[in-house]
């Protein structure tokens, strides 16, 4: 298994433009998130999804939107960059477990993104 | 609402010294919890992880404990190396039926002197 899979790694984008982030995970997984994290801070929860075509505002959704199209992708969009999207983005996934519990979080390497 | 409290960082120590980041939390329900370590430039990985009351978790000489009755999770490692340098964040699962949310602590960020 590869795991979740994010592209790319590094991108600088100017002002104003537009790019959507790539998550893939080959586990099956029925939960996915997308997080953003500041340097030298934790991290923050921008969306996540319960299931293909489903998905929900985190904590920071302001200036990105997603789609779940399917189980295994969860792109990221974002629309009119801002230095303020400077940031590391982080997908992850996770599954319940059988009694109603949920397990860890499978985390991608990150997509450095800056804006200027 | 469910939280976690993570000590505050950074901390340096000497390499062989003895290790503990404390973590407490806050939570409805019965959450399992973690301790994750994100090296420099890499995404976060988990460390261990206890999914009910008096578990403990263990991997790669660290250690943690869920105390129900302190609501604890405190990460430790009896001889810590330079190869532990990184950030450590303690989390908790989502606790009740409808909420998919983890909620993270802020991170500790450990330094290990030679």
Known sequence: NAGVTQTPKFRI???????TLQCTQDMNHNYMYWYRQDPGMG?????????????????????????????????????LAAPSQTSVYFCASSY???????NE????????LTVL | GDSVTQMEG????????FLTINCTYTATGYPSLFWY????GEGLQLLLKATKADD??????????????????????????????AVYFCALSPTTSGTYKYIFGTGTRLKVLA
């Open chain 1, 105 to 112: 979080q499978f985390f991608g390497p990150g997509t450095r």
């Open chain 1, 43 to 79: 991290l923050k929860l921008i969306y996540y999804s319960v299931g293909a075509g489903i998905t929900d505002k985190g904590e920071v959704p302001n200036g990105y939107n997603v789609s779940r199209s399917t189980t295994e992708d969860f792109p990221l969009r974002l629309e």
């Open chain 1, 13 to 19: 984008l100017k002002i104003g433009q537009s790019m």
């Open chain 1, 96 to 102: 319940p477990t059988g009694t109603s519990g949920y």
């Open chain 2, 37 to 40: 370590v994100q090296y420099p």
């Open chain 2, 10 to 17: 950074p901390v340096t120590l000497s390499e062989e010294a």
């Open chain 2, 56 to 85: 403990k978790g263990s991997n790669k000489g660290f250690e943690a404990t869920y105390r129900k009755e302190t609501t604890s999770f405190h990460l430790e490692k009896g001889s810590v190396q330079v190869s532990d340098s």
